[in-house]
């Protein structure tokens, strides 16, 4: 093929801790830019440095560069004045020559890089929560080292970021922002780029791909389709194209979006070789692979009830468990933090709802004993989707008596996690037995037996009442009966009365109302 243009040596200017290096004091011998979606871009580079011009570099050991920055010493690449890495430096290796001469052996990652070093644990469950919050969280952490494109922009209400959460529950669970950046962005069926500049881009925003013009006589092209009918183009030229730069050919036919790329040296020259996509390529969603399998554990803050009513629901808060989870995987090498619960926006507070397994099926046979409001609870994730978790039991609940005294049970439920009134109170101990109830409490049996080997006392602060549809019948031994003002009896048919003596003391007078009045007594004696 017949060359127009070419870059050389002579277009490649090289930043070590922003300070150029005079490019006549160094040789180029070897040179590899790799950059594709949701990876970092890296670079390898051979040098060969002149001494005399080796105080350029700041550097004569690895550990010089490891004191200037601690693994921040930026390195920056440009080609023809146009970047085409920015990142930082990862592996050196620096050897001299009997010349006096060094070479360079110098690996660097893209400023992505830093967003991959700390493993997070951090719930998002208010369901309000937008994709573009979360992303602006992450963007926060890294002040203005890292700078993500278009998630300042006025027009809200287009921006497909503004989604709200998918199912209302996202978990980064060990996972880095890096990690965790480009699995939400799947979400949205889209890849996170770690351009040449240094920037970040989710998926192909509007107005952020450089429009590039194919030049033919510098290159080949390949086509390509896979099996969901998506068309890439493979270019092989030596030009040189950044990560999501838009190739339009001569005719104007738009070729797409560079979303992998490789930019060698060999002979003096640069060679580039790249693949595109489609602007409406769907990039496949990427499920939670970390949280399979795994527990956290929570502490209730309410037990709301479905609006189906069919299934048993309660919020969880999962701070505690966040940093329980974290304190686990203190012991690797890789830095832990625990980001903790966002639950609250706008001043709102909104949780995911949880179900949570009882001991009783649906015609509820078995006891039902829910877990108590700032109780300690399992929620386990059996698959690799945030939303399918659940409550497995209460755990871990420290001073409370029911976890290590077989002989005491208790049920008690709230109005509110800040209310101390009760709703329902169920207390089970070896000596006692008590249910507190707000309203109405029933009992249904076919036939009921009651024992008591020493005292019963019912006590009402209101009225007693006893119904039955057939005949009562009272056995015992001794039976007093004292009331405090009226005594009032009814008797629609007959009452008999059958004493061995009976004696009746009357303080004031007695009245007797009848039609006939039959007296039968073998003596009769009247004092006055």
Known sequence: MELETNYSVADLKILLSNNEIRSEGYLVEEFELNFQENAHSKINIEIKVKKEYKNDWGI???????????????????????????GIVQNIIVMEEDSGDIKIKLEALSKSEKMDRVKRYRVYQNPQIKYIDIIREIAGRYNEEINILGIELENKDTNILSEKIKKGLI?????????????????????????????IS????????????????????????????????????????????????????????????????????????????????????????????????????????????????????????????????????????????????????????????????????????????MDTVAVNFPTTEESEGYVVWAVNNEGNIRFSNPYVRNYTTKFGNTSEEVCYDFRLNESSYLIECAEDAREIFNNKIIECKNNILVNSKNNITIENANEVLLITKTYDVEVGENYAESVKSKKSCEYGELTEDISKAR??????????????????
């Open 60 to 86: 004569y050991t690895r550990e010089d560069i490891g004191n200037q920055a601690e693994n921040n010493v930026s390195f920056d690449v440009l080609l023809k004045k146009r970047k085409c890495f920015s």
């Open 171 to 199: 978990i980064q669970y060990y996972e880095t922002d890096w990690e965790f950046l480009i699995r939400i962005a799947s979400h949205l069926k889209m890849a996170v780029f770690s351009m040449g500049a240094g920037e």
């Open 202 to 373: 989710i998926g192909f925003m509007k107005g952020i791909e450089s429009i590039r013009e194919w030049n033919k006589n510098n290159g080949n092209i390949g086509r390509g389709i896979d099996k969901f009918n998506n068309i890439s183009y493979y270019l092989t030229s030596v030009d040189f194209y950044n990560l999501t730069d838009n190739i339009i050919e001569n005719d104007k036919k738009n070729m797409g979006i560079v979303t992998n790329g490789y930019i060698g040296y060999k002979n003096g020259k640069f060679y580039g070789e790249y693949s595109t996509k489609q602007k409406d390529y769907i990039y496949e969603y990427i499920p939670n692979e970390n949280i399979k399998g795994c527990m956290i554990e929570g502490n209730v803050m309410s037990l709301p009830i479905a609006k189906n009513g069919k299934i048993a629901i309660m919020t969880v808060d999962f701070y505690s468990g966040l940093q329980k989870a974290a304190s686990n995987k203190s012991r690797n090498i890789i830095e832990i933090e625990s980001g903790g619960d966002w639950f609250l926006l706008n001043n709102k507070e909104e949780r995911f709802n949880f179900p949570y397994t009882t001991p009783y099926s649906k015609t509820n046979t078995g006891y039902f004993c829910t877990p108590e409001i």
């Open 511 to 528: 009245k007797v109302r009848c039609e006939i009045y039959d007296v039968t007594t073998g003596a009769y004696k009247v004092k006055q």
